[in-house]
């Protein structure tokens, strides 16, 4: 039986009670006692906001992916030559972009050129907006508040952060001259700028699949505005590769809204399924509303 369910019977049955004209009930001591104690069901529900002791998948089911990953037949390097070749190439572009020096205002005010991480023979790639104050202070993309949330995100979907590549479309923090706190979003000219980073990004490593978190993810790839709640959960081509435009975590850290998670891991499912990757009866059940 799911919890929430469970949780909805029992408060129905109570209202009906109340509208019945009950002002209380008998509750046994131990019943009681009982309540007071951590509730501690398996709820089937992959909550992404809440710190899991474990992770939100299942050993097996990890090594089923990392299976799934490690088969890539279309990415695989067609010889060890090619294979160093492309690390050779990305490195270059990495040293390249870490002297960029094309928007002043961010050359100056960056600790770091956040270029990306993860596994650049991997298959699925997810793009994001621009680093914030926490990855410009190490150097990786999606380490904030954010990044933790798009790690479990990853990890739910039986994948290890490391072994999928993470990107921005931005490689600098967007500078925030005179405020103390807060990100600002990049500009149309600094995301124009800093694109062809990305482009190359993708052409050496070809995913099969990109995630792009969020409308400004969204706008900086496709070089225009486009409304992320129309577009989300529908296959969009970004020179011949299928993107999925999904919500950005930091959207979901806002918004709380159960709803707003089954559509970002709804998204998800569509990519697992597009990577051919076996997906679990506990995976698809995760953030129904029963
Ligand atoms: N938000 C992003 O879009 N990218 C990051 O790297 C971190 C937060
Ligand atoms: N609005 C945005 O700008 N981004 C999201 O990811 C969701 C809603």
Not at 40 to 61: G, H, M, N, Y
Not at 122 to 147: I, R, T
Not at 182 to 194: A, F, H, L, S
Request: aromatic share 6%; glycine share 6%.
């Amino acid at each position: 039986m799911n919890y929430l369910r469970l949780l909805d019977a029992a408060i129905g049955h109570l209202e009906d009670l109340k509208s019945q004209g009950k002002t209380y009930l008998n509750i046994a001591p131990e019943t009681l006692l009982a309540l007071q104690q951590p509730i501690r069901v398996k709820v089937q529900v992959a909550s992404w906001e809440i710190k899991a002791e474990e992770p939100l998948t299942t050993a097996t089911l990890t090594q089923q992916r990392e299976k799934t990953l490690a088969a890539r037949p279309q990415t695989q390097p067609d010889s060890p030559h090619n294979g160093s070749r492309k690390k050779t190439a990305i490195a270059e572009l990495m040293e390249r972009a870490a002297v960029c020096l094309k928007c002043p205002n961010l050359a100056s005010s960056r600790k770091n050129v956040v270029f990306g991480m993860g596994d650049i023979e991997s298959p699925l790639m997810f793009v994001g907006e621009a680093p914030g104050a926490d990855e410009d202070a190490q150097g990786e993309p999606f380490v904030g508040k954010a990044g933790e949330l798009l790690t479990r995100i990853i990890k739910t979907m039986g994948f290890d952060r490391n072994s999928v590549y993470i990107a921005n479309v931005l490689k600098c923090r967007p500078d925030t001259p005179g405020q103390t706190a807060g990100n600002r979003k990049p500009t149309t000219d600094e995301m124009k700028t800093c694109l062809p980073y990305l482009l190359e990004q993708i052409d050496l490593i070809k995913p099969r699949v990109i995630v792009a978190l969020g409308a400004t993810a969204v706008e900086g790839l496709f070089g225009k505005p486009m409304p992320i709640t129309k577009l989300r959960g529908n296959w969009q081509t970004f020179r011949n590769t299928p993107v999925m435009p999904t919500f950005h975590p930091a959207y979901l850290l806002r918004n709380q809204a159960l709803s707003e998670k089954r559509k970002v891991w709804e998204d998800m499912l569509q990519v697992l399924e597009k990577l051919g990757a076996p997906i679990s009866e506990k995976q698809k059940g995760f953030f129904q509303q029963s």
